[in-house]
Structure formats: structure tokens, C-alpha cells
């Protein structure tokens, strides 16, 4: 069960209404803060979870979930259940897991969980690791692979929690046009054996949705976002997505897209060389700082 303890997309009275259901049927579960934050990470927990056949997630919307699990690597069994407690009530996710709802105990739960909210209501079957931790936990806060990590001794320096805001592929949809790629400035994609992969989910922009916006086959996923079909929730009107899609990117970049696209590469690789031409001047300064006579010399 995740919480969506980041964003609030899971409303925490559903939430613990639905674990006080569980817990009413003697279910074992585990709930979890930030089910998007495990994926990014490639929790060992998470992969080891997913492996056996039979498995429930009660999370948000399935396209969504499916492939979260896919792009971090934990694929779901073909048996898989996913219930949307982001859409559904907990009555009608208490029925979709075989559950008898029963009134008192469901509104009974929210009390009891909230009493004790630094834990979850089953411990792991794999061990007390971050998918034991309750809501409260910072464990989430971190990123799969931190851009500049503090040293100990200099905690004011640290990065700011980090939001597990990122996309995530639609495997069934992409054709690997690349246009995302293309479109992105903070090199989230990459193109690896030609094939269109999200490798820096810590550069993306919290609650920028941009290229899902422009991709024209719908196939990037915001599982956070808000909007319609960007959440991963069902495309009812293929053609009116593609058009969507087509009106986004005209708005965004004009008429001609190419050149459009083109000048926006030139504006981030001159940036980066802006960068690094200062990162170099820098270093220069400091060694000649420190040639015999050039003391006090800036």
C-alpha cells in the first residue's frame, strides 16, 4: 500500500480506513511512504517483492504502476493486482481484494493507524528495511544517486529533500522517437541501444510535465501529476490525445518545430560550456594562486 505521503493524491482517510479493513481480515500487508521514491531508487526490497506470483498493490492508476515496477526493474507478475485507491473508495478497494467491507471497522482504522504512524500494521517479510518505514521517515527524501553530496561535517550544505517527481515510460505506447530527449534541457533521458531510457529521474523539475506534454504518442507518464492522461490514468480518445499532443507543441515551440527543437540544443550546450568554461577559469585562478610570488594576487 503507498501513501503518497509526498503529494497527498492518496487521501489519508481512505488510506487507513482501507488498512483498518486489512487489519479487521487479519491481511498481512506493508505499507509504504512513497511508492515512487522505492522505484527510483531500485529498492532491493521492492525487486525481491515483486518477483513471487499473486501479488496487490494498492496504489494509484495501474498504467501508472505497471510501468513504475517496469522502470525500476521489478517487473510485476502477470497475476499482479492493482487497486487505485487514488480513484476508488475504500469500500470498492476492500471488495476488489476479496474483502467484506464492514462500516465500523473501516472507520475505526483512522484513530488506530494514526496513533501509530511511525509504523506499518505487518513488518516486511524481507527485513526491516525502508519499506517498513512509516510516513514520517526521511528515507524517501533522498535521491537515487545524490548530484553533490555533502561532507558530514558540513550539514547546512546538504541538498534539499528530494521530491521523487520524475517520468516513467509507457513501454506499450513509446516508439522511441526521441522527441522527449530532444525537448529536455536537464538531461533526464537518454538514448541507450536505441532505446529511449529516464537514467536521471533526480534532474527533472518538480511538477514540470512539459515533455509528457509534447510526446505524440502519450507515452510518458507523471505518476504524481494531476491531469488527465499525464497521471497514467486510461486515454479514452486516442485522437484527441495526438492532436492534444500536436496543439501542445506548436504552443510551445511554434510552427517550426525542428528548428525549434535545434535551438533549444544550442541554448543548453552553450549554457553547459558557459559553465564549464567558469569551472575552468576557476581551477586556473586557484593554481597560478598558488605559484612562489603570486601571493595576495587574485
Not at 163 to 188: H, K, M, N, S, Y
Not at 199 to 205: A, T
Not at 253 to 263: C, H, K, M
Request: aromatic residues 4%.
Amino acid at each position: 500500500m503507498c501513501r503518497c505521503a509526498h503529494e497527498g493524491l492518496v487521501p489519508e482517510p481512505r488510506f487507513t480506513a482501507l488498512a483498518g479493513a486489512l487489519r479487521g481480515a487479519s491481511l498481512p500487508f506493508v505499507a509504504v511512504p512513497d511508492l515512487c521514491g522505492l522505484a527510483a531508487r531500485r529498492d532491493p526490497d521492492l525487486l525481491e517483492w515483486a518477483r513471487h506470483p499473486g501479488r496487490k498493490v494498492v496504489a494509484c492508476h495501474p498504467r501508472a504502476i505497471v510501468n513504475l515496477f517496469d522502470a525500476a526493474g521489478a517487473p510485476l507478475p502477470g497475476d499482479a493486482l492493482i487497486v487505485n485507491l487514488r480513484a476508488d473508495s475504500a469500500q470498492t478497494a476492500a471488495t476488489q481484494l476479496g474483502i467484506e467491507w464492514n462500516e465500523d471497522r473501516g472507520s475505526g482504522a483512522e484513530n488506530e493507524l494514526r496513533l501509530s504512524s511511525d509504523s506499518v500494521p505487518t513488518p516486511s517479510p524481507f527485513g526491516p528495511r525502508s519499506s517498513d518505514l512509516g510516513p514520517r521517515s526521511s528515507v524517501l527524501d533522498d535521491p537515487p544517486s545524490p548530484l553533490h553530496p555533502a561532507p558530514s561535517t558540513a550539514p547546512s550544505t546538504l541538498p534539499p529533500p528530494w521530491l521523487p517527481w520524475f517520468p516513467v515510460i509507457d513501454r506499450a505506447r513509446c516508439t522511441d522517437c526521441r522527441q522527449c530527449l530532444e525537448f529536455c534541457l536537464f538531461g533526464v533521458y537518454t538514448l541507450e541501444n536505441g532505446r529511449i531510457e529516464v537514467r536521471h529521474p533526480e534532474n527533472c523539475k518538480p511538477h514540470c510535465p512539459a515533455c509528457a506534454r509534447i510526446c505524440p504518442h502519450t507515452a510518458i507518464i507523471f505518476p504524481k501529476h494531476t491531469e488527465a492522461p499525464i497521471d497514467g490514468s486510461p486515454i479514452a480518445d486516442e485522437e484527441a490525445e495526438k492532436a492534444r499532443a500536436r496543439r501542445e507543441l506548436n504552443e510551445l515551440l511554434g510552427q517550426d518545430i525542428d528548428a525549434a527543437l535545434a535551438e533549444r540544443r544550442r541554448r543548453a550546450a552553450a549554457r553547459l560550456l558557459d559553465a564549464d568554461k567558469l569551472r575552468l577559469a576557476m581551477a586556473e585562478r586557484e593554481r597560478c594562486s598558488r605559484k612562489p610570488g603570486a601571493e595576495g594576487r587574485t
